[in-house]
């Protein structure tokens, strides 16, 4: 996708369970050149199956992921876990970097365990779609 010196384009990935953040970081998305795609699920389980099947496919892989903790089924930590088994087992994920917890949490332990989990980084969620924008543009570059 880099052709000629161009910006190379990236698939991001969000994995949150509101409707509404859902909709405003794809509306910022589609205001940073160097996005190509994104993806949603709106669980860690559906997150995990949605990358299971885009390897069994052979599609675009994520380049980056950002997961919200608080998730009906399958938490973002769940998330984490499950997303490193995976990680071991198919070589190509390795490069989905970063892992960024996107998050209303503020609590410490929180960002602890997240840090144990091998996030790489924990951004609590921005409040206007400025902040959105800028934490989403930062990521891709």
């Given at each position: ?56 496919e052979n599609?675009?892989?994520?380049n980056?992921?950002?997961v ?25 994920l ?7 917890m ?16 091998k ?18 543009s930062?990521?891709?570059?």
């Amino acid at each position: 996708m880099d052709k000629g010196g161009g910006v190379r384009k990236k698939v991001v990935m969000f994995v949150d369970d509101d409707d509404s953040f859902l909709y405003f970081v794809r509306q910022a998305c589609r205001k940073i050149e160097q996005v190509h795609d994104v993806l949603e699920a709106r669980d860690g389980m559906e997150g995990i199956d949605r990358l299971k099947d885009l390897l069994r496919e052979n599609k675009s892989l994520p380049n980056l992921i950002f997961v919200d903790i608080n998730m009906p089924r399958l938490d973002g930590f769940g998330f984490l876990e499950n997303f490193n088994e995976l990680r071991e087992r198919h070589h190509e994920l390795r490069d989905v970097k970063p892992i960024t917890m996107l998050t209303s949490s503020e609590q410490s332990r929180d960002r602890e365990k997240a840090q144990r989990l091998k996030a790489d980084q924990y951004i609590v969620k921005p409040a206007t779609l400025a902040e959105a924008r800028q934490i989403i543009s930062e990521a891709t570059q």
